[in-house]
């Protein structure tokens, strides 16, 4: 079965400021899908980025960046000039190509000092 | 547009007690899913709905939990009877396809208590 980690349970980063949290994952087929979500305090998660694993380019969308690496299985996610609405909590999730098996991890929550 | 619909927001009831929340996908989303959210930890996936055929439905607790979409459009998800271990957010979410890279949109959820 597919398994998605998140080493990091809590990240702080300065306003302003670079912070990268990581996602590793195991799986043995060889294209799915990757995603990033965001869950603010008030519970809706939104989509933040996604990559398709066929795809070698690294998923970009404004301040969010994606490292991709698949012979490591690694998925980090960048979010460059981090502001006070960036804070929340962040999974990192699976999907295959079928559809089926989405798989989240535990979850990073991040704060974001001023 | 309008989001995925969830209510109610939150319920309390005692162990043993039944149930229901309702689910009112974005217009035109062929799939609907139904997740578990314990405190602290990610979803779960409890059921997946294609229209009104469940594609997985491998880690919902049949004994106790169930699930329905008629017409292929609302969603309903049954408690019966609660346990302790159900206190939970139950996320609902849906998508325009299963397949491709298309992402879910999810509702606000419902928090479940169970006394």
């Known amino acids: 079965a597919q398994t998605v980690t998140q080493s990091q349970p809590e990240m702080s980063v300065q306003e302003a400021e670079t912070v990268t949290l990581s996602c590793t994952y195991d799986?043995?087929?060889?294209?799915?899908?990757l995603f990033w979500y965001k869950q603010p305090p008030s519970r809706q998660m939104i989509l933040v980025i996604r990559?398709?694993?066929?795809?070698?380019q690294n998923a970009t969308e404004n301040r969010f960046s994606v490292n991709f690496q698949k012979a490591a299985k690694s998925f980090s996610l960048k979010i460059s000039d981090s502001q006070l609405g960036d804070a929340a909590m962040y999974f990192c999730?699976?999907?295959?190509?079928?559809?089926?098996?989405?798989?989240f991890g535990p979850g990073t929550r991040l704060s974001v000092l001023p | 547009e309008a989001g995925v619909a969830q209510s109610p927001r939150y319920k309390i009831i005692e162990k043993r007690q039944s149930v229901a929340f309702w689910c009112n996908p974005i217009?035109?989303?062929?799939?609907l899913y139904w997740y578990q959210q314990i405190l602290g930890q990610g979803p779960k996936l409890l059921i997946q709905f294609q229209n009104n055929g469940v594609v997985d439905d491998s880690q919902l607790p049949k004994d106790r939990f169930s699930a329905e979409r008629l017409k292929g459009v609302d969603s309903t998800l049954k408690i019966q009877p609660a346990k302790l271990e159900d206190s939970a957010v139950y996320l609902c979410?849906?998508?325009?396809?299963?397949?491709?890279?298309?992402?879910?949109?999810f509702g606000d959820g419902t928090r479940l208590s169970i006394l």
């Open positions: 217009s035109g989303h062929a799939t």
């Open positions: 990559q398709e694993a066929y795809k070698q």
């Open positions: 979410a849906s998508s325009l396809a299963s397949t491709g890279p298309e992402p879910q949109h």
């Open positions: 799986t043995s087929e060889s294209d799915y899908y």
């Open positions: 999730a699976y999907r295959d190509t079928y559809g089926q098996n989405f798989v």
